[in-house]
């Protein structure tokens, strides 16, 4: 039998302390307020990226399978396009391929209808044949990437969760000795973003290469520790 839905008892489980809940969203509140109310106070860069680039972090049931078998197949959809992603997955031999290919769908669908990613055409960012071609440089994933729709979605991070074992079932063997043979658990965690974000990295990484300057391989700088004896 399933908990009760109802909402008196509901309560315990959903708001067990409302005056600390109470307490603390006043305390958001009032810091929310005056940091825009003080002249100085400005949006932080994590912020203004929350604010202006889409993102979607979705994450698998448990599966019945283990960590080392999924971390090739993440490794293999890592930094890819999301069609790209699919096509690898559609024509993988792996048992498990079905099963990221259906959470790269659902990733997908949530993306699009509870972010709006991908949208290009269709809110006007991304112009077939005046939009502006880029190729940029993918550092997290060492290779060369033309961005031709700026709000494509790609596979930013891709990771497995090692999740409790699903039980336990003894290995008989010879001279009446057992083994245990453990059955893991894992999941799968996708983070979605638009080629924006990956433009604004590599654009970001050549704009700090630019202020460092050229490396000079003896920099003019005064002798300093200078000793009339020898230290050793």
């Known amino acids: 039998m399933g908990g009760s839905k109802m909402a008196d008892h509901m309560r ?4 067990p302390d409302p005056r600390s809940r109470r307490r603390w969203e006043r305390k958001m509140v009032i810091q929310r307020v005056t940091r825009q109310l003080d002249v100085r106070g400005k949006e932080t860069r994590t912020e203004r990226l929350k604010r202006t680039e889409r993102e979607l972090l979705s994450r698998s049931p ?6 080392k078998k999924m971390m090739h197949l993440m490794r293999q959809i890592s930094g ?17 391929a079905k099963e990221v290919l259906y959470e790269l769908d659902l990733a997908r669908d949530k993306a699009i209808v509870s972010r709006g990613m991908g949208l290009g055409k269709t809110n ?20 060369w990437v033309d961005v031709t729709d700026p709000t494509r979605i ?9 999740g409790p074992l699903r039980g336990k079932r003894p290995n008989y063997r010879a001279r009446g000795r ?26 970001e990484k050549k704009a700090k290469e630019y202020r460092q300057g050229p490396w000079v391989h003896l920099p003019d700088r005064p002798v300093t520790a200078q000793r009339p ?4």
């Open 12 to 15: 315990h489980a959903v708001d």
């Open 62 to 67: 448990w599966l019945a399978t283990s960590v």
């Open 80 to 96: 890819k396009t999301l069609e790209e992603a699919r096509t690898q997955m559609k024509f993988s031999k792996k048992k498990f």
């Open 124 to 143: 006007g960012e991304f112009v077939p044949g005046q939009t502006e071609k880029k190729t940029i440089r993918d550092e997290r994933h060492g290779k």
């Open 154 to 162: 790609y596979i930013h991070e891709a990771w497995v969760n090692r």
């Open 178 to 203: 057992t083994d245990v043979i453990q059955m893991p658990q894992a999941s799968i965690s996708i983070r979605l973003k638009e080629e924006k974000s990956r433009v604004r990295e590599y654009e």
């Open 229 to 232: 004896f020898y230290t050793w």
